[in-house]
């Protein structure tokens, strides 16, 4: 089937891009601090399984326990997750 590009399915086009690729921004771990955006390093003590992965030396923020990965508006205009 050929995509058809004008008009409303263009837009839906648009829309299923966006999704796709908010889908793979979520999925994603963070690579700096929300806080001060210095880039997050490896935990040393994370291969004896405490749980954190990633850090920021400065501020101390943790990954995972103090992410809060972004929410998507649905077309309603209310917050969802994905």
Not at 1 to 17: D, I, K, P, R
């Amino acid at each position: 089937m050929t995509e058809q590009t004008g008009g409303w399915y263009g837009l839906h086009s648009v829309f299923e891009q966006q999704r796709s690729e908010f889908e793979a921004y979520v999925s994603a771990p963070p690579v700096a601090c929300p806080n001060d955006g210095e880039p997050l390093v490896n935990a040393p003590s994370a291969k004896s399984g405490s749980g954190i992965e990633l850090f920021c030396k400065y501020c101390f923020w943790q990954y995972p326990r103090d992410w809060h990965p972004p929410i998507r508006m649905d077309s309603g205009g209310l917050e969802s997750p994905l």
